[in-house]
């Protein structure tokens, strides 16, 4: 057999196997499935910490204006506001009620971050012990001396770390008497109180006096269509306008010192209406080209 015809039969052969080759199936391709992607979880904003405040006074605080200021404090959804008051007490009588004692109880209990004081109003008088003992009467050169320490052991007892205090003057009353000792039991407050930079004095002589320096018997008061008194017949004690009057100038002020805004109030309001569309041929004019 010649080459050629060897050569010839070598390459059908080759042929027929790359042509049988073809023709089988090959091993299946199997696509792996498509899961569904989960959606993307929006991140929660975490609540912002509620802030507390505590309220510590005589009968100021026991009644309308430490009632209405709690109330306003207690709406606003980042502040939390407890309350402790007893009537006819201060830092003069220990062995009566020693604030002493209780403003630090009160103060671990609820942990405050502003406390809220108005104190004094019934501390005219002798310095007793916590038995009972009149150590320093009223008057006398020592008393002064005396009181300003229980004032700085009070504050003591009350502050901590990051803690604000928030002492409020005693209101002017008009009552000339009263007002001499309370005069000297003021500038005693306003010199320890602002001697430290965790306390905040509030003059609340603004409120309670008028343009020549007078006793305010009347103001306009939020909720109320006309002037209303302010005190009452022992010109001490507030109304319940008064309380409230006092509580709106004070509600601010503690505001103020928590760095917070005062609560929004919303109202509803109708959806606006939708825009008039432009002329389809406007829209062409002004298009870019």
């Not at 042509?19 to 089988?24: L, P």
């Not at 052991?153 to 007002?179: C, N, Q």
């Not at 805004?261 to 870019?288: D, I, L, N």
Request: overall charge positive; proline content about 8%; hydrophobic content about 40%.
């Amino acid at each position: 057999m010649s080459t050629c015809s060897l050569r010839a039969l070598f390459l059908l052969a080759v042929l027929s196997t790359s042509a049988q080759a073809a023709s089988e199936p090959g091993p299946a391709l199997t696509a792996s499935p498509v899961l569904p992607t989960a959606p993307a979880q929006a991140t929660a904003t975490a609540p912002a910490p509620r802030r507390t405040v505590l309220l510590l006074g005589d009968s100021l605080i026991a009644t309308g204006f430490g009632e209405y200021l709690q109330t306003q404090l207690s709406a606003h959804p980042r502040i939390r506001c407890e309350r402790r008051a007893k009537s006819s007490t201060g830092l003069s009588r220990p062995d009566f009620f020693d604030w002493l004692e209780v403003g630090q109880q009160e103060v671990q209990q609820h942990q405050p971050d502003v406390v809220v004081v108005i104190l004094g109003g019934n501390d005219g008088q002798a310095l007793h012990t916590k038995v009972g003992r009149a150590t320093v009467a009223w008057g006398k050169p020592d008393w002064e001396d005396g009181y300003r320490q229980r004032l700085q052991d009070f504050m003591t007892a009350i502050a901590a770390p990051g803690r604000k205090i928030v002492w409020l003057e005693l209101p002017a009353t008009g009552r000339h008497r009263f007002e001499q000792k309370l005069a000297l039991i003021r500038g005693l407050q306003r010199e320890v109180i602002t001697g430290r930079e965790d306390a905040v004095h509030l003059d609340t002589r603004p409120f309670f006096t008028d343009a020549r320096g007078k006793a305010l018997h009347q103001a306009r008061v939020e909720g109320f269509r006309k002037p209303m008194r302010l005190r009452m017949t022992d010109g001490v004690h507030f109304t319940v306008a008064g309380g409230r009057y006092f509580a709106n100038k004070v509600y601010p002020q503690v505001l103020d010192v928590l760095g917070l805004e005062p609560e929004q109030k919303h109202t509803a309001r109708p959806p606006a209406a939708p825009a008039p569309a432009q002329p389809q041929q406007q829209a062409h004019a002004t298009a870019s080209p």
